[in-house]
């Protein structure tokens, strides 16, 4: 599996695992104990969580894992976030919103150790722009937590440049990655600038949703429909799956983004993984970069 050095502190798989969905799969401890023990076979030993995922129950779930086997911690990295404060029956929020005050980032990483049962998160991320960020406080937070030991390095999530930028220089250019939606059917990120800034920066995106939630194999959408038909024939010239194909123009642009695979499957998982060997001639990766129909080259 190759690696992507986020930072001298943590290296991660380029292929990463997502639990947004995993309280939907109602998974016993050991279930879930056994599926990590297979991506982390096949190399896959990076794992992306947040505190509100599975309605604050995700983290925990992880924990459990890592409570039945103290000794996959050593072997994997975990990336997890802060930054939404949502309704729930436990919480005193009446209104959801987004908080990332130093308080809020040093209360909620404590809470995630806890639950992850870890010393230590290797990514931390804030989960959204927060129209109401104060750079420096929320710097002041990461940096005390680092000092500390309880997280490795820190980032961000679904941030644009100018945001981005901002939070990178009064970081001290300590921004690790931004966490952002890109598929064949989600170009926000190519358009805002934000893959060019990334280069510039030699900060590594991690691509989340990228095969847009499912919607690719199952939308009769006609935009959705007109992909689908690029990639399968794409998919049958290079005899692989259709998903492999998508990994594929994913990996290989210059940004050098990480994938987060959402299946629960490992056949899936081992797709995406597939993705890494494939090769798309520059034609193929701009005919599903246009199959959509969303995009126009100028
Ligand atoms: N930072 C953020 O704001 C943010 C936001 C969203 C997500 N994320 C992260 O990104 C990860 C990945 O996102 P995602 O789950 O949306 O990724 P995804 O891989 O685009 O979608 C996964 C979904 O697609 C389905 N799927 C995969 N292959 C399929 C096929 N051949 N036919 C039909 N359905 C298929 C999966 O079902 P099966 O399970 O049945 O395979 C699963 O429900 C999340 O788990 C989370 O860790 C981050």
């Avoid at 290296?11 to 947004?20: A, D």
């Avoid at 945001?163 to 939606?181: R, Y």
């Avoid at 199952?218 to 998508?246: G, K, N």
Wanted: glycine content about 4%; hydrophobic content about 40%; charged content about 20%.
């Amino acid at each position: 599996m190759e690696t992507i050095t986020l930072s001298s502190e943590v290296t991660v798989s380029r292929i990463i695992q997502g639990f947004w969905r995993l309280h939907s799969w109602n998974w016993t401890p050991q279930e879930l104990h056994d599926f990590m023990v297979q991506a982390i076979e096949l190399g896959v030993t990076t794992f992306d969580t947040a505190e509100i995922y599975g309605n604050y129950t995700a983290e925990t779930q992880l924990g459990e894992v890592l409570k039945l086997d103290p000794s996959l911690r050593s072997k994997i990295q975990i990336i997890t976030k802060t930054g939404i404060n949502k309704l729930h029956p436990d919480r005193p929020y009446t209104f959801k919103h987004y908080e990332t005050s130093y308080d809020k980032i040093i209360f909620s990483c404590n809470e995630s150790l806890k639950k992850l049962n870890t010393s230590h998160i290797d990514v931390y991320l804030i989960h959204r722009e927060d129209p109401f960020f104060d750079h420096h406080e929320a710097d002041r937070a990461f940096k005390q937590l680092k000092a500390e030991g309880k997280i490795k390095t820190y980032g961000v999530c679904n941030y644009d440049p100018v945001k981005f930028s901002a939070f990178h220089k009064v970081s001290n250019q300590a921004l690790v990655t931004n966490q952002i939606e890109v598929s064949p059917l989600e170009f926000e990120h190519f358009n805002s600038g934000m893959m060019d800034l990334l280069q510039a920066e030699k900060v590594h995106p991690m691509f989340w949703s990228p095969l847009a939630g499912g919607s690719i194999f199952t939308s009769e959408e006609p935009s959705i429909v007109a992909l689908r038909t690029v990639l399968t024939r794409i998919a049958s010239t290079h005899h692989v799956d259709l998903d492999t194909i998508v990994y594929a123009w994913l990996l290989m642009h210059p940004v050098k983004g990480l994938v987060i695979s959402g299946s629960q499957k490992i056949s899936r998982l081992k797709n995406a993984i597939a993705g890494l060997s494939i090769k798309l001639s520059l034609e193929e990766w701009y005919e599903i970069y246009l199959a959509s129909g969303q995009q126009v080259l100028r």
